[in-house]
């Protein structure tokens, strides 16, 4: 990805039955899909940073609360294999408030806190390290003796992975189409001879200094609007693709042979079924560990190509090849 970079004894744990929605207020508004952390007892008071950051969040002040959330990534203690069950507190409030943070538009980037100087890409980078931070915090308590086997389930299952999954249906959701087209004065004369209309001289008369400054700011609004929205477009694209790969892989190792989980996390990142097999095969292709993924026509079209290749290249392993993208000619 490019991005610029329990618990005591978990006996206190507990989730309720019902009510895994968030309480909070501010955050019920953001999104109520997440499951906050406050669901789990002893994260019911989180500290004064991430008051902070959700006080922002709760005033829409986004660029104050992205740039708060970089600083704080910083100020965060460093969690390891040793403290995993005592130093995630403020981790997974920040993960959390950055999964239920609503990405800029352009729009929005113009007009909330216009005195606030922060990068454009801010937000994209935020949500792309913090996916970077779950996959280090899903293995450490997958990996973690510590914890109990049922707590990593709930600690995983109904906190990381819906975030996770969130995160990647923003990214999703976040291409921004552009109203603003700049164009040469050569392809606007091309485009009036294809519609057949009437020549005119395309004289723009400025009666003012008023209309001058709206036509200029107009014009300068144009060429910002585009930039900023083509250039995040592509960043996005590019995004997309390594967390739907990490997302996938993360999901091979905390559900082996699951494919019913694997199936269900996927499609609240905002796949539809039909979209699982391109997914599989883009991501974390066929081998031992992932067999379990091919499933029914998807399974049988794979295995069809394997008899194939193997019958030229008796060398290649059952399961460790992954087919090449088919192209007609």
Request: charged residues 30%; negative net charge; glycine residues 4%.
């Amino acid at each position: 990805m490019k991005v610029k970079f329990y618990m005591k004894a978990l006996s206190l744990f507990y989730i309720p039955i019902i009510g895994l929605l968030i309480p909070w207020n501010t955050m019920a508004a953001a999104n109520s899909a997440l499951n906050s952390p406050e669901c789990i007892k002893q994260f019911k008071q989180p500290s004064a940073a991430i008051q902070e950051l959700s006080a922002l969040l709760e005033r829409q002040q986004l660029k104050s609360f992205y740039e708060g959330a970089k600083k704080h990534t910083l100020t965060f203690s460093l969690t390891t294999q040793d403290n995993i069950d005592t130093g995630l507190e403020d981790k997974i409030w920040h993960c959390y408030l950055v999964a239920s943070a609503p990405f800029f538009s352009f729009k929005t980037y113009q007009e909330i806190e216009p005195e606030v100087n922060i990068d454009e890409m801010a937000d994209i980078n935020q949500k792309s390290e913090i996916c970077l931070f779950m996959d280090k915090y899903i293995n450490l308590i997958n990996n973690s003796k510590k914890i109990k086997k049922y707590e990593k389930n709930i600690i995983i299952d109904h906190i990381f992975l819906p975030y996770y999954a969130l995160i990647l249906k923003q990214f999703k959701n976040a291409n921004e189409h552009t109203p603003y087209r700049i164009t040469k004065h050569e392809e606007i004369e091309d485009d009036l001879k294809k519609v057949k209309v009437p020549e005119k001289d395309g004289t723009v008369y400025i009666k003012s200094q008023e209309q001058l400054s709206e036509l200029w700011n107009l014009l300068n609004e144009a060429a910002d609007g585009e930039s900023f929205i083509n250039l995040r477009n592509q960043v996005i694209e590019e995004e997309i693709k390594d967390i739907e790969k990490s997302f996938i892989e993360v999901l091979v190792s905390v559900f082996p042979g699951k494919y019913a989980k694997v199936e269900e996390f996927i499609l609240k990142g905002g796949y539809s079924k039909d979209e699982i097999p391109d997914l599989i095969d883009r991501t974390v292709g066929r081998d031992n560990k992932t067999d379990f993924l091919y499933k029914g026509k998807h399974r049988l079209i794979h295995d069809k190509l394997l008899k194939k290749e193997i019958a030229l290249f008796p060398c290649i392993g059952d399961l460790t090849w992954n087919p090449p993208t088919l192209t007609c000619q």
